[in-house]
């Protein structure tokens, strides 16, 4: 159990004076400052379910959006992610936070948090380590490149600082300081628990306690009787570890938890036979799915054969034979939404197989028999026995080869790869969807080995690019040289459906992933 | 006897390196790398270099055997790469809740088995002897994870008797017990059929054998002759067979603790698995291993305790 004990002193610092100086982002924001949506203290407890057991509370070590779910609600950010159908940001710790220059960021905290444990107020020095730390080799924080060029932070008063960067950096906004990396612990308490923690938090500071974690079973939040921001909603969260989304399914029929994810092939039975007392909402993924295919194999040299497998997939196909018509075709990397978001792909969704024949015979490829590696899914079966069907129409015989989770991530770097059906996560910035495809990546995370100068210089371009429209145009531009190579197709975002009890008022990121501290009694 | 014992103990402990061997073999053959899964796609190769160094996965694999050995007679099972808690109090803190759900699935369909089992071999080819063979191969065939669901969808989900996930707040025994009886019965049900089955054959075999004849001939009561000589020798091959059933309880559990995600042995061997975990994978392995060991020795003993010709070596 974590100690509620806080004491720290108040400062009086000149909040209204910096608001006044919030740039246009911030103010965007601002404008959603008013606080969370639905947070009524109407107390009891919220049952919910994550997919995976927790692994680290520490933010540097943090594993993704499972540690991240929790992190949210018991830590503070400079910024969180707004609760919403867009995309957005909106002020937590930070009084003020600003823009000054292409490389400094100002900021303000404000002057009623504290640490649990007896660790004090927060203060900028504790922004300053908890940046720092992350980025500090000795640590070995996997989540080092989430903080890009960061050089450091300068404290200018008790509450006030300046982060500093060694060159421009857009995703700050979007990736970094309202996700993971932006997490703000005590440095008092972490130096006295020897630099890093693990799975138990030493001083929080957000609506909610870590009140307790039973090993694959579940974590228990408990609410901070201290906090001093809108009340959170409830007395209590219970979030139960349940790997399958079908026994999650169960256990909300079962009235066991409030909210879950619900699979994708559910959904249709979910709205031909509503849950009486629930609602089933369907928010876009970011994740985006695709078959890539190796350049460096010389049985995928002939461009001509690479576009005629383009053309010959029937994406709409795969949509309502994989994934139960609860998901759109996508048309790049980059999901609506976000900066970048391409209105159209170059080959189309559906198959043209006029044009995949005549591209075939302009090849002069006779006899090709080629393999696509799958992750052993049944959405990703179902979608390569389409495409195997696809690709058979036009005279290639195609062999599906399923690999376990493990073995699979480690495909990568085999040379003699052919196909894949792929599939990567995803945050919401651009950059980090074309990190994975510049040259340098090739044989790690790059499995078609795309090689391409411009693709490389309009990644590190469009990573310090502020003009959002310039921005924009140049990732639309890096997913059509991406198609022109001929090494993809792309599949689709896929869909993040959820189920919740009529008596709870969820509040979710644009892409279905929950923020707890915003959750609300409905 | 202590001979005996000895003797079983030695081969239990041989068998056991055996298995480890062999198990840490597999698992570090099998493709995947527990570096990539937990540094993810933001790895950068200093920080591949010093994790594969810190699990010692630097160093060739008959090392790491020996290393893992030499560790484990220290007691330490090394740490769970994603959380940097101890393995041993990992798997210590999950055996409990496997044991206690195959011992209760065991004790439950044991007791009912055997009784089952008395009953048919009484009152052989009655109407109620033939139902109970009906019965009885009817719920061998079906297995575990189709007793879960079914159970789950009927008594958790329609008619809300049971809970449907976890294994009950810790310290309360009433919710913990409430929360082990579906995933219990999903162990147990098919175990009932087999055991009754195997106790009314043993049964019959024995009721036929010249001690009980004899009894009989020397005019004691049918009851008496029954239970107190035909069902204790008829009970031995319903022990061995619980005893090496446990492998097969342990397999089943695995299925069970997903369907319920209930915490256990089985769903930590699982996820440890997929991650490529290998610190917890091993230690997962090694107790699992030894719970088997154990109960198949505890089995012999009691069969040679029961029996005066095993310890004979007759």
């Given at each position: 159990m974590t100690s509620q004990n806080i004491t720290w002193s108040r400062?009086?610092?000149?909040?209204?004076?910096?608001?006044?100086?919030?740039?246009?982002?911030?103010?965007?924001?601002?404008?959603?400052?008013?606080?969370?949506?639905?947070?009524?203290?109407?107390?009891?407890?919220?049952?919910?379910?994550?997919?995976?057991?927790?692994?680290?509370?520490?933010?540097?070590?943090?594993?993704?959006?499972?540690?991240?779910?929790?992190?949210?609600?018991?830590?503070?950010?400079?910024?969180?992610?707004?609760?919403?159908?867009?995309?957005?940001?909106?002020?937590?710790?930070?009084?003020?936070?600003?823009?000054?220059?292409?490389?400094?960021?100002?900021?303000?905290?404000?002057?009623?948090?504290?640490?649990?444990?007896?660790?004090?107020?927060?203060?900028?020095?504790?922004?300053?380590?908890s940046f720092e730390r992350i980025i500090d080799d000795a640590l070995e924080s996997t989540n080092k490149p989430d903080w890009g060029p960061l050089d450091h932070v300068e404290v200018t008063g008790e509450r006030t600082g300046t982060i500093v960067l060694k060159n421009a950096f857009q995703p700050l906004w979007n990736i970094t300081l309202p996700y993971i990396a932006g997490n703000i612990v005590s440095k008092a308490a972490f130096e006295q628990a020897g630099g890093k923690i693990d799975t138990q938090p030493v001083a929080t500071s957000g609506p909610y306690l870590h009140a307790g974690w039973e090993p694959k079973q579940k974590t228990t939040l408990k609410r901070n009787p201290d906090w001093k921001g809108e009340a959170p909603a409830y007395d209590e969260i219970q979030i139960f570890h349940i790997d399958d989304e079908k026994a999650a399914e169960i256990a909300f029929e079962a009235g066991e938890i409030d909210f879950t994810r619900v699979s994708l092939d559910s959904v249709e039975r979910l709205k031909s036979a509503p849950i009486e007392g629930a609602t089933l909402d369907e928010y876009p993924s970011l994740y985006y799915a695709w078959v890539g295919m190796n350049l460096d194999n010389p049985k995928l040299a002939n461009i001509k054969?690479?576009?005629?497998?383009?053309?010959?997939?029937?994406?709409?196909?795969?949509?309502?034979?994989?994934?139960?018509?609860?998901?759109?075709?996508?048309?790049?990397?980059?999901?609506?939404?976000?900066?970048?978001?391409?209105?159209?792909?170059?080959?189309?969704?559906?198959?043209?197989?006029?044009?995949?024949?005549?591209?075939?015979?302009?090849?002069?490829?006779?006899?090709?028999?080629?393999?696509?590696?799958?992750?052993?899914?049944?959405?990703?079966?179902?979608?390569?026995?389409?495409?195997?069907?696809?690709?058979?129409?036009?005279?290639?015989?195609?062999?599906?080869?399923?690999?376990?989770?493990?073995?699979?991530?480690?495909?990568?770097?085999?040379?003699?790869?052919?196909?894949?059906?792929?599939?990567?996560s995803m945050t919401p910035d651009p950059y980090y969807a074309t990190s994975w495809f510049i040259a340098e990546q090739a044989g790690i995370w790059n499995w078609e080995r795309f090689r391409n100068e411009e693709f490389d210089q309009l990644h590190i371009a469009a990573q310090s690019e502020a003009d959002q429209a310039k921005r924009a145009e140049m990732y639309v531009r890096m997913q059509n040289l991406m198609e022109e190579s001929g090494a993809y197709k792309f599949i689709t975002h896929e869909s993040t459906p959820v189920i919740y009890r009529n008596t709870v008022a969820p509040a979710l990121r644009p892409d279905g992933l929950p923020l707890y501290r915003y959750f609300g009694a409905a | 006897m202590l001979t005996y014992i000895l003797r079983r103990l030695g081969l239990a402990a041989l068998i056991t390196i055996l298995a480890v061997t062999l198990l840490f073999l597999i698992i570090h053959m099998i493709p995947g790398d527990p570096v990539s899964t937990m540094l993810g796609p933001k790895a950068s190769p200093e920080l591949r270099a010093a994790l594969e160094a810190r699990m010692g996965l630097d160093k060739p694999l008959p090392v790491q055997i020996g290393l893992f050995f030499a560790n484990m007679l220290r007691g330490d099972l090394g740490m769970d790469v994603f959380t940097n808690r101890p393995v041993t109090t990992i798997v210590l803190g999950q055996i409990p809740y496997t044991l206690v759900l195959i011992l209760s699935s065991i004790l439950w369909s044991a007791v009912l088995g055997i009784a089952l089992g008395c009953y048919s071999a009484v009152n052989r080819n009655s109407l109620g002897d033939r139902l109970a063979g009906v019965l009885s191969v009817s719920v061998i065939a079906v297995p575990a994870f189709v007793v879960?669901?079914?159970?789950?969808?009927?008594?958790?989900?329609?008619?809300?008797?049971f809970p449907a996930i976890g294994a009950g707040e810790p310290g309360a025994w009433g919710d913990q017990?409430?929360?082990?009886?579906?995933?219990?019965?999903?162990?147990?049900?098919?175990?009932?059929?087999?055991?009754?089955?195997?106790?009314?054959?043993?049964?019959?075999?024995?009721?036929?054998?010249?001690?009980?004849?004899?009894?009989?001939?020397?005019?004691?009561?049918?009851?008496?002759?029954?239970?107190?000589?035909?069902?204790?020798?008829?009970?031995?091959?319903?022990?061995?067979?619980?005893?090496?059933?446990?492998?097969?309880?342990?397999?089943?559990?695995?299925?069970?603790?997903?369907?319920?995600?209930?915490?256990?042995?089985?769903?930590?061997?699982?996820?440890?698995?997929?991650?490529?975990?290998?610190?917890?994978?091993?230690?997962?392995?090694?107790?699992?291993?030894?719970?088997?060991?154990?109960?198949?020795?505890?089995?012999?003993?009691?069969?040679?305790?029961?029996?005066?010709?095993?310890?004979?070596?007759?």
């Open positions: 400062v009086g610092l000149p909040r209204r004076a910096f608001l006044k100086g919030a740039t246009a982002l911030g103010l965007a924001s601002v404008a959603g400052l008013s606080l969370p949506r639905g947070a009524r203290a109407e107390g009891g407890t919220l049952k919910t379910r994550t997919y995976a057991d927790i692994r680290s509370m520490d933010p540097a070590f943090s594993q993704g959006v499972v540690d991240e779910e929790i992190h949210a609600a018991i830590y503070n950010k400079l910024i969180q992610y707004k609760p919403g159908r867009e995309w957005g940001w909106q002020l937590d710790a930070a009084a003020m936070v600003e823009q000054a220059d292409d490389t400094h960021i100002n900021f303000a905290l404000r002057d009623d948090i504290g640490f649990t444990g007896g660790f004090g107020a927060m203060t900028a020095e504790d922004v300053k380590f054969l690479r576009q005629a497998i383009q053309y010959a997939i029937d994406v709409p196909s795969i949509m309502a034979g994989a994934y139960f018509g609860a998901a759109e075709p996508s048309t790049g990397i980059i999901a609506p939404g976000l900066a970048g978001h391409r209105e159209a792909s170059m080959t189309g969704a559906a198959a043209d197989l006029e044009k995949a024949q005549a591209l075939m015979a302009e090849s002069g490829e006779t006899n090709v028999s080629l393999t696509m590696d799958i992750l052993n899914k049944s959405a990703n079966v179902t979608a390569a026995q389409i495409i195997q069907a696809n690709l058979a129409a036009i005279g290639i015989t195609l062999e599906i080869k399923l690999n376990e989770g493990a073995t699979f991530w480690e495909l990568g770097s085999n040379e003699g790869l052919e196909l894949v059906l792929n599939r990567f | 879960s669901l079914y159970s789950l969808l009927i008594f958790a989900v329609k008619l809300q008797w017990f409430h929360h082990l009886i579906l995933p219990s019965l999903a162990i147990g049900l098919s175990w009932v059929g087999y055991i009754a089955r195997l106790v009314r054959a043993s049964m019959l075999e024995v009721m036929g054998e010249g001690h009980v004849r004899t009894a009989r001939a020397f005019g004691l009561p049918e009851r008496w002759i029954t239970y107190r000589y035909a069902l204790r020798l008829a009970i031995l091959p319903t022990v061995t067979v619980i005893g090496v059933g446990m492998g097969f309880l342990l397999s089943a559990a695995v299925f069970t603790e997903i369907v319920f995600s209930r915490p256990g042995l089985g769903k930590l061997v699982i996820d440890s698995i997929t991650t490529r975990n290998y610190p917890v994978v091993m230690g997962s392995v090694l107790f699992s291993t030894l719970i088997f060991v154990a109960s198949t020795t505890l089995a012999d003993i009691i069969n040679a305790i029961l029996d005066p010709r095993i310890r004979a070596g007759k």
